[in-house]
């Protein structure tokens, strides 16, 4: 499967990443990272942070607030607690990633897919989103205090009228992509465990391409993000600061 940009961008970082794994990189401002979905099974659980300051991090409430929206796609931006934007979403051929639904934890895998334990299965045993956040953090120092409400990408999740929340089984497809230009140096840290309320009783999460290339230069008047909400411009301009750089229009 072909990931590479539809545009002569640049490539510096290609992977794949099986399912029910974790990654993390510093995605270094002025790169974008692609996440594609190769068979329409992923589900790929984020979190963000400040490398040069880990207490800064994803903020899923200033998110989704300041944007008016309890779903991410095109246009939206990622706030971090201290209102700078981390990342922006510049391309999404999937339209609607969740932002509520959360992950798994080992007690939910065991009663929902049964034991598969590492003395029987080796590699091919069950592990949980929040397992594999905790080993992927570890790397960076972090740990359980560090797990905030996260990120899944190409799952959805809505609200019927009652308030119940439904995971839509059919949102995803193969080959489903979603970029997400770094606006200021951040770690990337994610898994690719099922997500918690996907319906499929079988444990096959699905893999994903990594791909990171060279952005193309944010002009702020005219850019898709920055002009999506006031909002997200007011927030493009605290992390122009933070960047010690100059927004120019």
């Known amino acids: 499967m072909n990931t590479t940009p539809e545009f002569n961008a640049p490539i510096v970082y290609r992977d794949t990443l099986p399912g029910a794994r974790y990654w993390s990189q510093v995605v270094k401002r002025g790169f974008t990272l692609r996440l594609v979905d190769r ?60 932002t509520i639904g959360g992950i798994s934890d080992a007690a939910m895998v065991r009663e929902k897919y049964g034991e598969h334990g590492y003395q029987e299965y080796g590699n091919d045993f069950y592990r949980s989103g929040r397992e594999l956040f905790l080993i992927e953090l570890a790397k960076w ?18 609200a019927e009228a009652d308030g119940a929340l439904v995971f839509d089984a059919e949102h995803r497809q193969p080959g489903a992509h979603v970029d997400l230009r770094a606006e200021m140096d951040t770690l990337v840290v994610l898994n690719t465990a099922p997500h918690p309320m996907d319906p499929d009783p079988e444990y096959q999460p699905g893999e994903i391409d990594l791909v990171i290339y060279r952005s193309d ?33």
């Not at 120092?141 to 990120?151: E, F, I, Q």
Request: net charge neutral.
């Open 39 to 98: 068979q329409g099974r992923a589900n790929v659980s984020t979190l963000l942070y400040n490398p040069a300051n880990p207490l800064e991090r994803y903020n899923a409430p200033d998110t989704l607030k300041g944007q008016h929206t309890s779903k991410l796609t095109h246009g939206h931006m990622l706030y971090s607690d201290m209102g700078h934007v981390m990342m922006s979403i510049v391309e999404d051929s999937v339209g609607w990633h969740d």
């Open 141 to 158: 120092n972090l740990g359980r205090r560090d797990l905030v409400p996260n990120l899944n990408f190409f799952s959805k999740v809505h």
């Open 217 to 249: 230069p944010v002009v702020p008047a005219y850019d898709y993000c920055v002009n999506f909400r006031p909002e997200n411009a007011r927030a493009y301009a605290n992390t122009a600061i933070h960047n010690c750089q100059e927004a120019y229009s």
